[in-house]
């Protein structure tokens, strides 16, 4: 299954930021530290040209520390970009993202304050972050999706200028596993979604990556070979089973996704930079595979005439 959600109100903010981007002298991105890649925004590398970039990998405190710390070296290897592990309990750290700034704008901030976008998807706490910087109430904060809808201009305490814009996914997400892991995560308005089928993707991954976190939570001494087999054993064990002995699977899916989101079953990520890295070659060569097939039609078109 693919996952499309792109409200209209979302159409107008990119549109805004490329607008914007030319006008700041810094980008700060909200990533979620648990997949700082599908976290993240694709359309700014292309739109941000030489302009300084922070990326802030919030929610660290729910993400597997190593592979985090995987992701800060990976992401620094491109010029001009920094990346910081935070997390909104730890306002102090938050707050260490306003010397950061300034010290990568290359510019007297006396004579002309520093203008600064800051963006990120729903659900990445980008609000909370505002808030923290500005020591005040200005963005409103909510564990759903897509609360702030319109751009925000916010004088900091250091002077700084902070352009808020709405958080929005784009129209497509790629690789396909990219939005199976924003589901994951809450990112995506549940609604939208079909529960089940995120939890079978994320139960599958757990398996793989996070076996001693799944025996200790759900009290598994011998984990199965499959996902299927593993929704069964914990819909036995929180009593999510229906007449006949058969797991309710939506009930279980709850379960599971609550879990990972709370932080309830440890510290996991959900994608390393390998993982990125061998899903985007597969997407590379999906899509010359597509283009080879576009133009062996074409050809003999070009034949007849």
Same mark, same amino acid.
């Given at each position: 299954m693919a996952i499309n959600w792109f409200p209209?109100?979302?159409?107008? %903010?990119? !549109?805004?930021?490329?607008?914007?981007?030319p006008e700041v002298d810094l980008i700060i991105e909200v990533l979620d530290a648990r997949l700082p890649f599908s976290s993240g925004n694709p359309l700014v590398p292309s739109l941000r040209g030489d302009t300084p970039y922070i990326k802030v990998l919030n929610k660290s405190d729910l993400a597997d520390p190593v592979v985090t710390q995987q992701w800060q070296q990976h992401m620094e290897k491109e010029k001009g970009v920094k990346a910081i592990a935070t997390t909104n309990n730890q306002p102090d750290k938050v707050r260490g993202?306003?010397?950061?700034?300034?010290?990568?704008v290359n510019r007297n901030l006396e004579l002309k304050p520093l203008r600064a976008m800051i963006l990120g998807i729903p659900n990445v706490g980008k609000s909370t972050m505002i808030n923290t910087?500005?020591?005040r109430i200005i963005?409103?904060?909510g564990n759903v999706p897509a609360v702030t809808r319109q751009q925000q201009r916010i004088k900091l305490p250091n002077g700084m200028i902070l352009l808020d814009t709405p958080g929005f996914l784009w129209p497509k997400l790629e690789p396909e596993a990219c939005g199976y892991r924003l589901a994951i995560s809450g990112a995506i !308005?549940?609604?939208?979604i079909e529960y089940e089928d995120i939890a079978y993707f994320a139960a599958e991954y757990f398996l793989k990556a996070y076996p001693e976190a799944l025996k200790q939570r759900f009290q598994i001494h011998d984990l199965p070979d499959n996902e299927i087999e593993l929704m069964d054993m914990i819909a036995q064990r929180r009593n999510c089973m229906r007449r006949g002995?058969?797991?309710?699977?939506?009930?279980v899916s709850e379960i599971l996704l609550n879990e990972f989101r709370s932080g309830g079953f440890g510290r996991l990520s959900l994608e390393t930079p390998d993982i990125?890295?061998?899903?985007?070659?597969?997407?590379? %060569?999906?899509? %010359?595979?597509?283009?080879?097939?576009?133009?062996? !039609?074409? %050809?003999?078109?070009?034949k007849r005439r």
């Amino acid at each position: 299954m693919a996952i499309n959600w792109f409200p209209g109100h979302m159409h107008k %903010a990119r !549109k805004e930021i490329k607008k914007v981007i030319p006008e700041v002298d810094l980008i700060i991105e909200v990533l979620d530290a648990r997949l700082p890649f599908s976290s993240g925004n694709p359309l700014v590398p292309s739109l941000r040209g030489d302009t300084p970039y922070i990326k802030v990998l919030n929610k660290s405190d729910l993400a597997d520390p190593v592979v985090t710390q995987q992701w800060q070296q990976h992401m620094e290897k491109e010029k001009g970009v920094k990346a910081i592990a935070t997390t909104n309990n730890q306002p102090d750290k938050v707050r260490g993202l306003l010397p950061l700034a300034e010290s990568m704008v290359n510019r007297n901030l006396e004579l002309k304050p520093l203008r600064a976008m800051i963006l990120g998807i729903p659900n990445v706490g980008k609000s909370t972050m505002i808030n923290t910087l500005a020591n005040r109430i200005i963005a409103k904060t909510g564990n759903v999706p897509a609360v702030t809808r319109q751009q925000q201009r916010i004088k900091l305490p250091n002077g700084m200028i902070l352009l808020d814009t709405p958080g929005f996914l784009w129209p497509k997400l790629e690789p396909e596993a990219c939005g199976y892991r924003l589901a994951i995560s809450g990112a995506i !308005k549940d609604a939208v979604i079909e529960y089940e089928d995120i939890a079978y993707f994320a139960a599958e991954y757990f398996l793989k990556a996070y076996p001693e976190a799944l025996k200790q939570r759900f009290q598994i001494h011998d984990l199965p070979d499959n996902e299927i087999e593993l929704m069964d054993m914990i819909a036995q064990r929180r009593n999510c089973m229906r007449r006949g002995g058969i797991a309710d699977t939506h009930k279980v899916s709850e379960i599971l996704l609550n879990e990972f989101r709370s932080g309830g079953f440890g510290r996991l990520s959900l994608e390393t930079p390998d993982i990125i890295e061998h899903e985007m070659e597969l997407l590379m %060569a999906q899509r %010359a595979e597509e283009e080879d097939k576009k133009e062996a !039609k074409k %050809a003999p078109r070009k034949k007849r005439r």
